[in-house]
Nanobody, 124 residues
């Protein structure tokens, strides 16, 4: 089992920046995919960015060029650096993980086995 704990959300003005963190605890897997998802009220959960143990990274079109995903092995922590934030980025942001490398649709929620509780990001 894997536990995921997000932090770093908050209130920021348009054009500002935030860095989200997701610390992983529990079992360690040699092959994995981790991702950030977000969900605004009344909307479906949307994949934002993903990274896997091979180093493959994917971004949603809406955040490409503004957001950066990274994973630090020593700290077992996933990050999401968010720049040039827009009001439409407002959502609850979730960290997700699964113990396989997703080669198809890594920004779809269904394949992910483990989820964090979320951290709120408000751009206003």
């Amino acid at each position: 089992h894997v536990q995921l704990v997000e932090s770093g959300g908050g209130l920021v003005q348009p054009g500002g920046s935030l860095r989200l963190s997701c610390e992983a605890g529990g079992n360690i897997y040699s092959r994995w995919t981790m991702a950030w998802f977000r969900q605004a009220p009344g909307s479906e959960r949307e994949g934002v960015a993903s990274i896997d143990s091979d180093g493959t990274i994917n971004y949603a079109d809406s955040v490409t060029g503004r957001f950066t995903i990274a994973y630090e092995n020593a700290k077992r922590t996933l990050y999401l650096e968010m720049n040039t934030l827009k009001p439409e980025d407002t959502a609850m942001y979730y960290c997700a993980a699964t113990p396989i490398v997703l080669t198809v649709s890594p920004l779809k929620a269904r394949p992910y086995k483990y989820w964090g509780q979320g951290t709120q990001v408000t751009v206003s």
